[in-house]
């Protein structure tokens, strides 16, 4: 009974290259939300996404960011072209109704 | 006003004792509210959730809401140095299932042996 599994753990990336985080929901759970979390920060709300829809962008940048929740696979979170203000843990939670779990993170470094 | 507030702390308490936490939120029409513990350096983890007016128990955790005052609270009994997390509050804005957790800046408690 796996909970929300988000890889890469750690990922550098330089200047200038992509970085695409992954995150595959509990099982059963249909709804995932992506979060950003700047050291000594809050949790920031990015994206609210269920099977092949985005629900709510709202909080995620409207240049180099996307996300994506393909009907066979896990949900992506695209971040093209990285600056060093992206260095953060990026979090995905996943919920079948309201209760929101949350997966180990995604700990991206820009260099 | 910020969307849901938190006082950052830290608020330090000696072993066995109660730590109380609280927030307050700006939507009046939220209606499902939760609590979470970040140790330093991991993932939020859900502690409680409430929904109605009044507390909600279990084991050593009380939440508490009041949607008249805009509140939510969270009570630890016999505090332990385990308990030493930031401690998160998330709303959920608006009245239906929006999805949209919006999460307070975090209270740092810190439990003395």
């Known amino acids: 009974n796996a909970g929300v599994m988000q890889n890469p753990r750690h990922l550098v990336r330089r200047r200038g290259q992509e970085a695409r985080l992954r995150c595959s929901p509990m099982?059963?759970?249909?709804?995932v939300y992506w979060y950003r979390q700047l050291p000594e920060e809050g949790l920031k709300f990015m994206v609210y996404?269920?099977?092949?829809?985005?629900?709510?962008e709202s909080g995620m940048p409207k240049e180099r960011f996307s996300a994506e929740f393909p009907k066979e696979g896990p949900s992506i979170l695209r971040i093209q072209q990285v600056v060093r203000g992206d260095s953060a843990a990026y979090f995905c939670?996943?919920?079948?109704?309201?209760?929101?779990?949350f997966g180990q993170g995604t700990r991206l470094t820009v260099v | 006003q910020k969307e849901v507030e938190q006082n950052s702390g830290p608020l330090s308490v000696p072993e066995g004792a109660i730590a109380s936490l609280n927030c307050t939120y700006s939507?009046?029409?939220?209606?499902?509210f939760f609590w979470y513990r970040q140790y330093s350096g991991k993932s939020p983890e859900l502690i409680m959730s409430?929904?109605?007016?009044g507390d909600k128990e279990d084991g050593r955790f009380t939440a508490q809401l009041n949607k008249a005052s805009q509140y939510v609270s969270l009570l630890i009994r016999d505090s332990q140095p385990s308990d030493s997390a930031t401690y998160l509050c998330?709303?959920?804005?608006?009245?239906?299932?929006?999805?949209?957790?919006?999460f307070g800046q975090g209270t740092t408690l810190q439990v003395k042996p």
């Open positions: 996404l269920q099977k092949e829809n985005i629900i709510d």
């Open positions: 998330a709303v959920e804005l608006g009245s239906g299932n929006t999805g949209k957790l919006i």
């Open positions: 939507d009046r029409g939220s209606q499902s």
């Open positions: 099982k059963g759970h249909s709804h």
């Open positions: 939670a996943s919920s079948s109704q309201t209760e929101a779990f």
């Open positions: 409430i929904y109605s007016n």
